[in-house]
């Protein structure tokens, strides 16, 4: 089947990093071990719970600050926190040239990202940019489906008007990928702009 729209994950495929900010200089340059922050925002706070719609936004801040004071004490924490809030979150220029490509050869495209609420709301005033580049915009804590549920798959398919076998879906979580392909679509693991331009020429996308 012919393929007509190519779907992305948003952190760590458009954005440089996985969710924008290199975590790693951060760690680096306040003397952190490697994943404080990683841990602080996401394994050891309510951000599962926050990606779904399960707490507010204000719980899952409370909740990364517990997080941070338990590991760090105040002072560390907030050095941390305030790093991580004023950092630069850079698109990938290579991935957004490769979807203006793909829209100029007239590919639908889309955003499928496991995310807090708001996503549309946040790329309004963080990344105007973005908008007139994607047909779809699905994120999870606006669905309250997150990756790997086959449920926001077919949301984003609902929402282009394509079948699963007519879509490219990447990610840089393999599970994610994988999870996309069991439902019929091109699910590839995203390592790199090189590879993922070589997985599309692989089924005949050529850009």
Known sequence: MTIRAVFFDFGGVLLQFMDGIDHAAIEERLNFPPRTLFDC??????????????????????????????????????????????AE????????????RL??????????????????????????EM???????????????????????????????????ASVFTDDVRAYAEAASSLGMHGFHFTGYEQFVVDLNSIGVDV
């Open 41 to 86: 925002l996401y394994r050891e706070s309510r951000y599962r719970d926050y990606q779904v719609g399960a707490c507010t936004e204000a719980e899952w801040r409370q909740s990364i600050r517990v997080a941070a004071v338990g590991k760090l004490g105040e002072q560390r924490a907030r050095e941390l926190l305030q790093a991580y809030e004023q």
């Open 131 to 165: 908008l007139p580049l994607f047909d779809v915009f699905v994120g999870s804590g606006d669905l309250q489906i997150a990756k790997p549920d086959p449920g926001i798959f077919r949301h984003a398919l609902n929402e282009a008007g394509v079948e699963a076998e």
């Open 103 to 128: 829209r100029d050869a007239g590919y639908a495209t889309g955003i499928i990202s496991n995310t807090i609420p708001g996503l549309m709301d946040r790329l309004k005033a963080e990344k105007p």
């Open 89 to 100: 979150r850079p698109l990938n220029p290579h991935m957004m040239s490769l979807v203006g």
